[in-house]
């Protein structure tokens, strides 16, 4: 049976697995065997998606099964998504989930941590759920849609946060995918109108100046707004790698911000970052990075999503 959950489009043999280790079939049906267990429930600051641009100095109740349809030699949360279901996953009906959100007064829900395409049947019906109770939803991703997925979830899903890592070459070779329908999902979002931030994690001697101005100007042309690059550190199959300097990385923000991306921030790293005006270059919140955010007046700085200094369009949902 073909799973048309991402773009492999898996042809799955009775009781056996797709590439992913989740969408299997069994006695002729196709299932995700992890469906409603979740191996991390936690509550988080929405700018550790990274989501700067949605509701800025909220909270969202974050959650993950298990699994990926990638195997990225420097995966940052491996334990996740390089499994499947384990004894110490929790039970969680999509339901249940939004009564969580709603009990700790969360405004979103975001499907993070590991692979959400690869479990996309629970985040659909969380999702619809969810919309039922005026809660928003929130996917972080790797971007490796389906044409099927993406049809489907973007009605359901509010914002996006979905991984550029890099160039073809290096999709092929660390992260065993494919970019093109990454560039695919990008592109199809921004056109429908949900929210979509961009991340790369930049490893200093494997991206190069080049990369980055060819995937800036690839952004450009697709109208993505905000753009987060995040410093590398060694983990799972690239401990051997140094951690991507600050320096390497503050060059690689101004060739980003050079091409005309008109938010670009920094992640995972001491360099401080402000949302200004891309129109008058006022500051108009201020935030540190995506581990620890100061957010101060804006409600009083962006109102009904314009610049209070110039009147200019901010990209995003502030309230």
């Given at each position: 049976?073909?799973c048309?959950?991402c ?7 009775e ?35 990274p ?11 974050s ?49 993070t ?12 019906d ?5 919309k ?111 951690a ?8 690689m923000?101004e ?18 970052s ?22 101060r ?6 109102i ?16």
């Amino acid at each position: 049976m073909v799973c048309n959950f991402c773009y492999r489009h898996c042809d799955i043999k009775e009781g056996q697995t797709g590439y992913c280790r989740i969408r299997k079939v069994e006695n002729n049906k196709l299932i995700s065997t992890g469906y409603g267990y979740l191996d991390a429930i936690a509550i988080d600051p929405v700018e550790k998606k990274p989501l700067y641009h949605f509701l800025p100095g909220t909270k969202t109740l974050s959650v993950a099964e298990a699994g990926c349809n990638y195997r990225c030699d420097f995966c940052q949360n491996w334990q996740l998504s390089q499994t499947t279901i384990s004894n110490n996953s929790t039970y969680v009906l999509p339901q249940e989930l939004v009564n969580l959100a709603i009990k700790h007064n969360t405004p979103s829900i975001s499907f993070t941590y590991s692979e959400p395409i690869v479990w996309q049947d629970y985040v659909i019906d969380s999702a619809i759920i969810a919309k039922e109770n005026n809660l928003k939803t929130i996917m972080v991703t790797n971007g490796s849609f389906s044409n099927e997925a993406l049809e489907k979830l973007s009605p359901l899903v509010d914002a996006f946060n979905i991984a550029l890592k890099g160039d073809s070459e290096y999709y092929k070779k660390i992260c065993k995918g494919n970019i093109e329908p990454v560039l695919n999902g990008i592109k199809y979002l921004v056109k429908q109108g949900n929210h979509v931030e961009v991340t790369t994690l930049i490893i200093e001697g494997i991206h190069t100046k080049e990369t980055i101005k060819d995937l800036a100007t690839i952004l450009k042309e697709f109208d993505v707004k905000v753009w987060h690059l995040s410093r590398f550190f060694p983990n799972y199959k690239m401990t051997d790698i140094q951690a991507t300097s600050e320096k390497f990385l503050a060059q690689m923000i101004e060739i980003a911000k050079e091409v005309g991306i008109p938010f670009v921030y920094g992640g995972n790293t001491l360099i401080f970052s402000s949302t200004m005006c891309q129109n008058c270059n006022k500051e108009l919140i201020k935030t540190h990075n995506n581990s620890h955010v100061i957010i101060r007046d804006i409600d009083k700085n962006i109102i009904n999503g314009k610049c209070i200094y110039c009147g200019s369009k901010i990209y995003g949902v502030f309230k």
